[in-house]
Nanobody, 118 residues
């Protein structure tokens, strides 16, 4: 059974917007951080945004100013709102959840595909 599930990916025109959602199951307790990462074909997985419990979001340089993130660690949900999308944003987007008991690796969803057409 999946512990972390993303949704909301799809095809969007360049310059458009798209929102992604993440939900962690109740099996994950004592969540310390939720975040988003992405991986494009032939590239390594990179940071998009993270939000620690009780803190504010941190963004990767490539998306700062264009993306926003919100999270409710008690409800175990996270949301990524993407604006001004370009073809360079095309990637599989993954949600990551770090808990008190698995801080180093965290738990990963299986990803949702975002494709930006020009």
């Amino acid at each position: 059974q999946a512990l972390v599930v993303e949704s909301g990916g799809g095809l969007v025109q360049a310059g458009g917007s798209l929102g992604l959602s993440c939900l962690a199951t109740d099996a994950l307790r004592n969540i310390q951080e939720m975040g988003w990462y992405r991986q494009a074909p032939g590239k390594e997985r990179e940071l998009v945004a993270t939000m620690p419990r009780g803190g504010s979001a941190n963004f990767g340089a490539s998306v700062q100013g264009r993306f926003t993130m919100s999270a409710d660690h008690a409800k175990k949900t996270a949301y990524l709102q993407m604006h001004g999308l370009t073809p360079d944003d095309t990637a599989v987007y993954y949600c990551n959840v770090r808990t008190l008991y698995n801080w180093r690796a965290g738990y990963w969803g299986q990803g949702t595909q975002v494709t930006v057409s020009s």
